[in-house]
């Protein structure tokens, strides 16, 4: 029986190992969400991580998804490249539905970033760093606005300590999410007071490079 043990106890350290670093983005609530973005872990400048997820369907119905190496990595992605050419196919023959499916499988970007809420509407943990998911139109506005918050920055600034990720005054942002299903909507802007994280934050915070890698390992076992 101790063989028997040993290899159940492995198994699951196995999956535990595998599991590890994957966490679930902050679900963002209707209404006004207040909150700061952290710096990177390692690399303060290192703060987002981009990644695209291609859901292969059948009928209607996801069998499998598969990382967008373009998306991911920026290399050539060959699954990509297959669900474009169903788009021309399905373009040259006037097929809408084919269409359609083909571009419901095609990866689109989405940004992940630690951060911290500071006010939101129902429950929330002010104490704990949050991992922050956003689409490619939301995290754009957030990097608008990031410009002009950078522009007076020196060179070589230490952003752990100046700027919009200074753990002791970062920058606020407001998410505002109004509408449902595929009218839902994002509007970010900068509040004007700052916020301090929480201590041990950075050191809690998700590593996004690995958690983004077995993300996608997740995604195609």
């Known amino acids: 029986m101790a063989g028997l043990r040993d290899r159940i106890a492995a198994k699951r350290q196995a999956i535990a190992d595998k599991s590890a670093g994957f966490e679930r983005s ?8 207040y909150f700061r973005l952290l710096p990177g872990k390692n690399e303060a400048e290192e703060f987002f991580e981009e990644i695209g997820v291609h859901w292969i369907k059948s009928n209607g119905k996801v069998v499998t998804s598969v990382g967008d ?3 991911c990595f920026g290399e050539v992605c060959p699954i990509r490249e297959g669900i474009e050419s169903v788009m021309a196919h399905a373009r040259e023959i006037n097929d809408d539905d084919m269409l359609k499916e083909a571009k419901d499988m095609l990866a689109k970007p989405r940004f992940f970033a630690n951060g911290v809420i500071i006010k939101a509407p129902g429950e929330f943990n002010k104490e704990k760093p949050e991992l922050l998911e956003f689409s490619e139109r939301t995290w754009d506005q957030i990097l608008s606005q990031m410009e002009d918050l950078i522009e007076e920055l020196e060179e070589g600034a230490d952003l752990r300590k100046e700027g919009p990720f200074a753990l002791d005054a970062g920058v606020v942002f407001v998410l505002e999410k109004s509408g449902s299903g595929l009218d839902t909507r994002y509007n970010v802007y900068t509040h004007t007071k700052k916020a ?26």
């Open 196 to 221: 301090k994280a929480p201590a041990g934050a950075l050191e809690a915070a998700v590593d996004l490079s690995i958690r983004v890698a077995k993300l996608l390992l997740r995604l195609v076992q």
């Open 26 to 33: 902050f679900k963002w609530p209707a209404g006004k969400t």
């Open 69 to 71: 190496r373009q998306i």
